[in-house]
């Protein structure tokens, strides 16, 4: 690609497709299919980190970024369905910016 990337734009358009797909027909749009089938949807989440996973344990660069995007788009529409979009995702790890991992689970309660 020679233009850059702004990848705020990139989530906020994706966001707005995602929604514009709940009004659509389940046989017109894949993502409208996943909203009908919530547990299509979390199976495909799954299967894409499962897929994550394996290209990792490879070292395949090409492949992690692939299915690290797939990960990230079947997560989106799952948000999407209850609500919530990356920007909900992207404060509570700015919240947790700069607080040790150990800190911030303990404070969980977990």
């Known amino acids: 690609m ?3 990337i702004n990848s705020n734009d990139i989530l906020s358009q994706l966001t707005a497709i995602l929604e514009a797909r709940k009004s659509e027909s389940a046989d017109a749009s894949y993502v409208a299919s996943l909203y009908a089938r919530p ?3 979390l199976k495909k989440i799954g299967e894409e980190a499962v897929e994550t996973i394996i290209a ?3 070292e395949d660069r090409e492949e992690i970024i692939h299915e690290t995007a797939d990960l990230w ?3 989106m529409v799952m948000l999407a369905q209850k609500g919530l979009t990356a ?3 992207l404060q509570e790890l700015a919240r ?3 607080v040790s991992g150990h800190d911030e689970k303990a404070s969980r309660g977990k």
């Open 2 to 4: 020679s233009e850059a």
């Open 39 to 41: 547990d299509k949807m």
């Open 56 to 58: 990792a344990k490879n």
């Open 73 to 75: 788009f079947h997560c």
């Open 87 to 89: 920007d909900d995702i």
């Open 96 to 98: 947790r910016f700069g």
